[in-house]
């Protein structure tokens, strides 16, 4: 069998190209639905689920995500390959409306085959969460943020133009097997293994109107999405910018006030907090999730002369845990299993600012899910005219707070926390 076209046959490569696409388009379109069950399932309060369904999720979109990039780069190496080789005519070009048709389901399926795994994977690089995609693939993509609002975006054009597709594959299935159990032509033979010729009409359809149909088809498509309100952000993502400013409450004048039973000694600076964000960072399957607390309350007094017990100050900070945004895994992080944040809404951080080896360390303790915890977190600290800019980190083991299984299993034992403010002296 040739590798490449004529006008009667198809190639052994472009029929390659088509039943590889055919395999992965079959598979990787239920991987996407069980998947995504099993998510809305975990994610529902009232279904009991355990850390392997999480396991079992994350399985089954990596596939998904993984099968989704390579349609996306075989579609277009069929499309170059295409370009380059003989089209072999429809059989059934005699019949104008019924050709048309066919050849504008062909343009919609190799639009739909490079546009939904890209809109895929656009999401998936502009969002932070779980399931990653495997080797050789990368989790990010040049240009592309971290963005929920494009993520929200895109993930409503993958689903628009997932439909597309389906309803394209769906119909040109429906088309093959109609030359080949009605017609009973070669159209269907030609694309099976082995070397079958046949003779195309004499009358061909042109391409401008088939491909101008499917542009009408993926515009109806979106507007239809759009007038669904699929397109526009989240509620909650208008309020973004609200993230970074914390709540602040006004800190106590003495460390007598900040800490019940320490000697009294009048420290001159308690801070407000203009602005910060405080934030933490997991692994989960070997992927980076980014979080942010959008509520938080930091009460501070600083001195830069220590009193007579060495301390240079005094750090309260309030979290309100419901205000965690952590990718797509926010609602499991609320959990029993995690947060509980029914029982547990809030985290507390106390501590005493004295002098490190390398600067000022926060050294108390931090008490999540009614766990505390000795820690210490050193501090890089510039003050200048009444203004302070102050940025930390914390590494914490969340096993300590009883947070997720005893063992690592999908996330790792590590957790970060960061934050970053600037205050000024009152």
Do not use: C
């Amino acid at each position: 069998m040739a590798m490449t076209n004529s006008s009667r046959t198809y190639g052994s490569v472009t029929k390659a190209f088509h039943w590889l696409t055919a395999l992965l388009i079959l598979s990787v379109i239920p991987l996407g639905i069980i998947a995504n069950d099993l998510a809305y399932a975990i994610k529902d309060p009232d279904i009991a689920t355990t850390d392997a369904d999480l396991t079992r999720a994350a399985f089954l979109f990596s596939l998904h995500k993984t099968f989704g990039v390579t349609i996306f780069f075989v579609a277009l190496l069929r499309i170059v390959w295409a370009l380059s080789q003989t089209k072999p005519g429809l059989l059934n070009g005699d019949k104008p409306l019924e050709a048309m048709a066919a050849e504008t389901v062909h343009w919609l399926l190799y639009g739909s085959l490079v546009l939904v795994p890209l809109t895929g994977w656009i999401h998936h690089a502009a969002t932070t969460g779980f399931a990653p995609i495997w080797w050789p693939f990368g989790q990010s993509l040049p240009f592309v943020p971290q963005d929920e609002t494009l993520a929200h975006q895109m993930a409503a054009l993958h689903y628009i133009l997932q439909w597309v597709l389906v309803a394209s594959v769906a119909l040109h299935i429906a088309g093959a097997l109609k030359h080949h159990v009605i017609d009973k032509d070669a159209t269907l033979r030609r694309m099976l293994p082995g070397q079958t010729a046949a003779e195309p009409a004499a009358r061909q359809p042109g391409h401008a109107i088939p491909f101008i149909a499917a542009l009408l088809v993926w515009g109806m498509a979106l507007s239809g999405g759009a007038a669904l309100g699929w397109l526009k952000p989240e509620v909650h993502q208008a309020d973004a910018v609200e993230v970074a400013t914390p709540k602040v409450e006004a800190a106590p004048e003495t460390v007598e006030d900040a800490a019940p039973g320490a000697p009294r000694a009048t420290l001159p600076n308690s801070w407000t907090v203009e602005s910060g964000s405080l934030g933490i960072s997991v692994i989960q399957l070997g992927s980076e999730i980014q979080g942010s607390f959008a509520d938080w309350t930091a009460d501070i007094i600083y001195s830069d002369t220590p009193d007579d017990t060495g301390r240079y100050g005094t750090v309260e900070v309030q979290i309100d845990i419901a205000s965690l945004t952590l990718g797509s895994v926010t609602s499991q992080a609320m959990g029993q299993d995690f947060f509980h944040v029914t029982d547990h809404p809030k985290a507390m951080f106390k501590a005493n600012i004295v002098d490190g080896e390398t600067g000022p360390v926060a050294t108390g303790t931090l008490t999540i899910k009614g766990a505390e915890v000795a820690v210490e977190m050193p501090i890089a600290l510039a003050v200048n005219e009444g203004t302070a800019d102050a940025s930390g980190t914390l590494v914490v083991d969340r096993r300590d707070f009883g947070i997720g299984a005893a063992g690592e299993g999908n996330i790792a034992a590590s957790v970060t926390i960061r934050f970053e403010l600037t205050a000024t002296a009152n």
